[in-house]
């Protein structure tokens, strides 16, 4: 290709970039050439009505796909062709070349540059996932030969799906990863299919498993449900709701407060800062007939009553469940960005393994004496030795064999601001509770919000003192970062902990000061507080904020994770992961 050739595709890409974002902001789709929709949103294909795709205005991508919190993060690309198979990897090789190829264009020194051109080039290779009915991964781990099964609806695709997070500057990559997908599926001997027409619609409650909606247990098809299924259903809508709603007081005193007596309602800015989208959250509901609207906004429904008493007579059993879930380990994150490493060190304590037993000649260290496996070893020494009365010799002594464990007691730092409200804020909760009920370590939580910030869990093994301090986070106001960092280094000190481990949650800037008329650089003050102490340090924040919360993260000699969206999956993988590192460098 031409250099002027090359020019104006560079411009022609850049040109739609800026049409999409516009498009976009209005919650449209697009039809890119023929055979490509790209959007914000979830699309489908309406059935029986072939090249007519459905976007879903209600159906956020990144919300419906990836489990993220915010909206507007993930571009969801669907390119159609015929009937066939199409290897993903094959589509990665020319998403990756169309990359490289852009970038170039974008700033020509990269040519000379091989280092910083593929750096750059990572970084989106990184967050753009491709999917065919072949396999799936992002389009790195595809270029690298790696590739993932595909389940479910995934496995009947007659598109390739993409998703791709990224920011409006740089929806200028998103024609030449289209033009990309079209040449390998034209490689691949397949054509292109043709996409006659586009609806943008709203998805309704139809029982699809697109949004995570369940089964109504008061809904009969072809006759009455059984007393033990009515009971399972409604176990499980429990658990999904409780789940949104980060636990079940929330969720009782949420809908609760949606009865006949308006008056007794609490304010939807009182609402708004615990749940956040409270307009999503009550359209939810009705769809799932738990409210309905009347003259005086949402009210309970009959169901929605009954809902409220089972879950009041059931509490406890649906509390074990929602422990239970919790417990599980969520599937690993791949949508972030480590920088730094925290070189702290960690100390280890021992304690009595009482299922493994050693020779006391052959151990290099003293312990407990296992009696009970030291007669046995006695009674077959003496048979051994053609002894005719019991002795105990030396080599017959047997002791319980002495291991060691790394504690590491966790202290949440948590932005509580007014834009952590809902899913962040109930990603954070979800956190504390999983470390606490997997772990055998103490977990902390300290929220800054307002002026200030303040212990809402001091160190604890506790779950309930735990949930009612989780309960009384209202994210409002401004970012005191500087504060909270000073007030988490005060409660660490004052605890008996081992090997603590502080970790900042943010998805904002410091904009209110500690101790001078400068916020940010209070904030760093405070961090430099860190590098002299044995704590070690982790901060977990977003892209935009990425310059300033380097500077943070280097100046407590710690480590920076780079995220799209603070969902529950990702904050679980990095803490669990730092974890695992901090042990395994004692271990080394």
């Not at 139809?206 to 059984?226: D, F, H, R, V």
């Not at 009041?312 to 879930?325: F, L, N, W």
């Not at 105990?392 to 504690?407: F, G, L, N, Q």
Request: aromatic share 6%; with cysteine.
């Amino acid at each position: 290709m031409r250099m002027e050739e090359k020019n104006e595709a560079f411009d022609t890409a850049s040109l739609v970039g800026n049409y999409l974002g516009m498009y976009f902001e209005k919650e449209q789709g697009v039809r890119l050439g023929e055979s490509a929709v790209v959007s914000l949103k979830a699309h489908t294909q309406v059935p029986g009505r072939r090249g007519h795709v459905r976007i879903l205005l209600n159906r956020d991508a990144g919300k419906t796909y990836r489990g993220f919190v915010d909206t507007g993060q993930v571009v969801h690309i669907d390119v159609y062709h015929s009937p066939g198979t199409l290897d993903p990897r094959q589509v990665s090789r020319h998403v990756f070349r169309a990359i490289e190829t852009h970038l170039t264009n974008l700033d020509p020194s990269l040519q000379f540059n091989e280092e910083e051109k593929m750096k750059n080039v990572l970084e989106y290779a990184l967050k753009i996932e491709v999917v065919t009915k072949s396999g799936r991964g992002l389009v790195y781990q595809l270029s690298q030969g790696e590739l993932q099964p595909v389940t479910g609806a995934e496995a009947k695709l007659n598109h390739v799906h993409i998703l791709a997070s990224l920011t409006r500057e740089k929806y200028g990559i998103i024609l030449p990863i289209v033009q990309a997908v079209e040449e390998a599926v034209e490689e691949a001997g397949l054509q292109l299919g043709k996409v006659k027409r586009i609806v943008h619609t709203r998805e309704k409650n139809k029982q699809e498993n697109l949004a995570g909606y369940l089964i109504l247990p008061w809904k009969k098809k072809g006759g009455e449900y059984s007393p033990l299924l009515l009971r399972e259903n409604q176990n499980q809508l429990l658990l999904k709701l409780v789940e949104k709603f980060a636990s079940a007081e929330e969720l009782q005193e949420f809908l609760e407060s949606y009865g006949s007596n308006i008056f007794k309602r609490k304010s939807r800015e009182e609402q708004k800062r615990k749940v956040g989208d409270l307009d999503e959250y009550l359209e939810q509901l009705e769809d799932l007939e738990i409210l309905k609207k009347s003259l005086f906004g949402p009210v309970l429904t009959k169901e929605g009553k009954e809902l409220i008493q089972y879950l009041s007579q059931h509490k406890c059993d649906i509390e074990a469940e929602i422990r239970r879930s919790i417990r599980k380990s969520p599937g690993r994150s791949r949508y972030y960005h480590r920088i730094g490493k925290g070189e702290k060190t960690a100390s280890a304590v021992q304690f009595t393994n009482r299922n493994k037993t050693v020779p006391l000649a052959q151990s290099p260290q003293t312990g407990d004496l296992a009696v009970p496996e030291t007669i046995i070893q006695a009674k077959k020494g003496c048979f051994l030795r053609g002894e005719k009365h019991f002795t105990i010799r030396k080599e017959d002594m047997r002791i319980y064999d002495r291991r060691a464990y790394v504690p590491i007691d966790v202290c949440l730092l948590i932005d509580a601001s007014a834009s952590m409200a809902g899913d962040k804020r109930q990603a954070a909760c979800y956190l504390a509770e999983h470390l606490l009920l997997t772990g055998r370590e103490k977990v902390a939580v300290v929220i800054f919000q307002q002026t200030k910030a303040k212990v809402v869990v001091p160190f604890t093994r506790n779950h309930k003192l735990l949930t009612k301090g989780l309960a009384s986070i209202r994210p409002e106001g401004l970012t005191p970062l500087a504060d909270g960092i000073a007030t988490s280094l005060k409660l660490i000190k004052s605890s008996r902990v081992s090997n603590p481990l502080l970790v900042l949650i943010t998805d904002g800037m410091p904009n209110f000061p500690l101790w001078t008329v400068d916020a940010r650089e209070d904030a760093l003050t405070a961090a430099k507080k860190i590098a002299n102490t044995k704590i070690k340090f982790v901060c977990i924040g977003l892209e935009s904020n990425k310059v300033f919360l380097n500077e943070l993260a280097a100046r407590a000699h710690g480590t920076l994770y780079v995220v799209d969206d603070l969902n529950r999956n990702t904050l679980i993988d990095i803490v669990r992961y730092e974890k695992r590192v901090t042990a395994q460098a004692y271990k080394e």
